[in-house]
């Protein structure tokens, strides 16, 4: 469609454009029925007209800033009073000018773009509240209409009003879509890193593995089988012989204390993956500013225990862009009472979930898998909470 060449800003200053279009069509009525003999009646007509398009303004202004406030995000809210109050006024001004003004017909249909361009507003609300706030000021306007011109003027009013609604989901529909693939190409990235680096990890578990099971269980046995040897056959070797027998053990001794070293190494790049993975999927976390406090004697050598405790950061996060309007997040790494907790709260004022989701209850059953567990809740501070936490001995 033509429409969808326009970009998603441009949309919506053309829909403000045209909304602005509307009351100054309608507020220009307003002034020329006055003329050049001005009354009572046509100051407070005029008034009502001004108020109505500045509540229009202010409406407007405060759902963008509460979008800009919540991250280009978008919540329904049947309570909100700037909403109520300015959709109440300027309804409340156009029923007053109709009924102090007594228009003609085509007047009528003019000052009901003051009706019309105060739809798009009504997307802060849920659905049925919606169309109560959108029909009834036009059954209201038809009535003191009266008769015929009355009715088609109520349908034609509802249909102009739903019509301008439907736009205003639409626009806000792919601003939330939008957001959503921004999100999920986050998450993308963060997957193709992580599988990227599969193969890696599993190179390095298994020569961990093999040179601890198999190479030191070798060199346990030929340590032991050298020092039978030395206390079988003491008469059959001379001084030499025993220098070179001292010579061999001490190289395997060596050898088992190298092996130990290696196997640790490998451990401690465990580690290091654990946190090198972690900074990489806070970093790319869209329109979230993300803490990370982590404890310095912190300790992650299981492939298997970070790779979990990476899932569940990782839908900590997910659910805070998914659900919530925080603009900061923090994640808390650290020791206490010999379990490992991971905290990880953030500053919305929205609950990440009412109630547990799919992705809360996986983070509990990798926990539990580990022989931990994992806490949701309302941080003290506000926002949500989700708690991990792990024994120690998990970690060995």
Request: hydrophobic share 45%; net charge negative.
């Amino acid at each position: 469609m033509f429409i969808e060449r326009f970009s998603l800003p441009t949309r919506v200053a053309l829909l403000g454009t045209l909304g602005m279009s509307a009351w100054l069509i309608a507020f220009s009525r307003i002034i020329m029925q006055a003329g050049d003999d001005w009354h009572t009646d046509d100051y407070l007509i005029t008034g009502l007209g001004l108020l109505n398009g500045f509540l229009m303004l202010v409406n407007t202004a405060g759902q963008l800033r509460t979008m800009l406030r919540d991250n280009m995000k978008w919540f329904t809210n049947n309570a909100d009073i700037l909403s109520w109050v300015s959709l109440l006024g300027s309804y409340g001004a156009v029923l007053w000018i109709q009924r102090i003004w007594q228009p003609g017909t085509l007047d009528l249909f003019l000052l009901s773009f003051m009706l019309v361009i105060h739809s798009i507003h009504t997307i802060r609300f849920s659905l049925p509240v919606s169309i109560v706030v959108l029909l009834t000021p036009a059954v209201l306007y038809g009535i003191q209409a009266g008769g015929e011109t009355g009715f088609y003027l109520a349908v034609f009013i509802a249909n102009q009003k739903l019509v301008l609604w439907g736009l205003g989901m639409g626009v806000l529909r792919e601003l939330l879509e939008a957001d959503k693939l921004k999100l999920a190409n986050a998450r993308l990235e963060l997957a193709q890193a992580r599988l990227a680096d599969a193969s890696r990890q599993e190179e390095r578990r298994k020569i961990r593995q093999d040179l601890h099971d198999k190479m030191g269980h070798e060199l346990a046995a030929m340590n032991m089988n050298l020092q039978i040897l030395e206390h079988r056959i003491p008469e059959l070797k001379t001084h030499k012989e025993r220098a070179t027998l001292e010579q061999t053990k001490e190289a395997c001794q060596r050898l088992f204390a190298t092996l130990g070293d290696v196997v640790g190494e490998l451990r401690r790049q465990t580690n290091r993956h654990f946190y090198d993975q972690l900074m990489q999927m806070l970093d790319r976390v869209p329109g979230l500013d993300v803490s990370l406090n982590c404890n310095c004697e912190l300790n992650i050598t299981d492939d298997v225990v970070g790779d979990n405790l990476l899932c569940c950061i990782q839908e900590g996060i997910t659910n805070i862009l998914k659900h919530s309007n925080a603009r900061h997040a923090w994640v808390d790494i650290f020791y206490d009472d010999n379990q490992l907790h991971v905290t990880i709260r953030d500053d919305g004022t929205v609950p990440v979930m009412r109630r547990a989701g799919s992705g809360l209850t996986g983070m509990d059953g990798r926990m539990r898998m580990l022989g931990g567990s994992a806490e949701t809740g309302a941080a003290e501070n506000g926002g949500f909470l989700v708690s991990l936490n792990l024994p120690r001995e998990a970690l060995i």
